[in-house]
T-cell receptor, first 113, second 121 residues
Framework: GESVGLHLPTLSVQEGDNSIINCAYS??????FIWYKQESGKGPQFIID?????DKRQGQRVTVLLNKTVKHLSLQIAATQPGDSAVYFC????????????FGRGTQLTVWP | DGGITQSPKYLFRKEGQNVTLSCEQN?????MYWYRQDPGQGLRLIYY???????QKGDIAEGYSVSREKKESFPLTVTSAQKNPTAFYLC????????????????????FGAGTRLSVL
């Protein structure tokens, strides 16, 4: 079956440092991946996505890297700010399903001043 | 203002009672979803609907029921059969993927509401 997991449940960084959040997936047929940010008591917000035919995609201060060989996804946040403190989830769309997303457990990112 | 509205923000259920969580969207999306989130865990799919008058069970549908009579609305009922209903419930919507779109790496961003926190009295 499909599963999405994270290597680290928590990550603490100092303000201004770069953050890297990792995600492993098991379904080699997954063709689309999303990163969400969830602040405490709120719903997840879309950050960035990537199709399986790409290795890298950049947004504003964020970069997603996809390594299909080892089924690994990462989210890099440049110059991390206190407002980046949240839980970050990766999600995958399995290639055999009609739009359904499978979510990982999440990583709690804490940014210290 | 386009988006997804969930209500109420907080809800309390007495034992043996059914409660209904509201989810309304004005994004003109065909597909809608209900997820349950427990502390320190990811999102688990309860039910989803790809079109009006049609819905499918997700991974944890037992003790829940839904309806999809209108495109904009996808209410979730937590029945008395759900013995551990305390959780954060999230509703989402997206475009509907059909046929080869589901297999072609087509973007499928799900947009979420602010959630309803359900507790048992």
């Amino acid at each position: 079956g499909e599963s999405v997991g994270l290597h680290l449940p928590t990550l603490s960084v100092q303000e201004g440092d770069n953050s890297i959040i990792n995600c492993a997936y098991s379904n080699s047929a997954s063709d689309y991946f999303i990163w969400y940010k969830q602040e405490s008591g709120k719903g997840p917000q879309f950050i960035i996505d990537i199709r399986s035919n790409m290795d890298k995609r950049q947004g504003q201060r964020v970069t997603v890297l996809l390594n299909k060989t080892v089924k690994h996804l990462s989210l890099q946040i440049a110059a991390t700010q206190p407002g980046d403190s949240a839980v970050y989830f990766c999600a995958e769309k399995g290639g055999s399903t009609l739009g359904r997303l499978y979510f990982g457990r999440g990583t709690q990112l804490t940014v210290w001043p | 203002d386009g988006g997804i509205t969930q209500s109420p923000k907080y809800l309390f259920r007495k034992e043996g009672q059914n409660v209904t969580l509201s989810c309304e969207q004005n994004l003109n999306h065909d597909a809608m979803y209900w997820y349950r989130q427990d502390p320190g865990q990811g999102l688990r799919l309860i039910y989803y609907s790809q079109i009006v008058n049609d819905f499918q069970k997700g991974d944890i549908a037992e003790g829940y029921s839904v309806s999809r009579e209108k495109k904009e609305s996808f209410p979730l009922t937590v029945t008395s059969a759900q013995k551990n209903p305390t959780a954060f419930y999230l509703c989402a919507s997206s475009i509907r993927l059909t046929g080869t779109e589901g297999l072609a790496g087509t973007k499928n961003i799900q947009y979420f509401g602010a959630g309803t926190r359900l507790s048992v009295l």
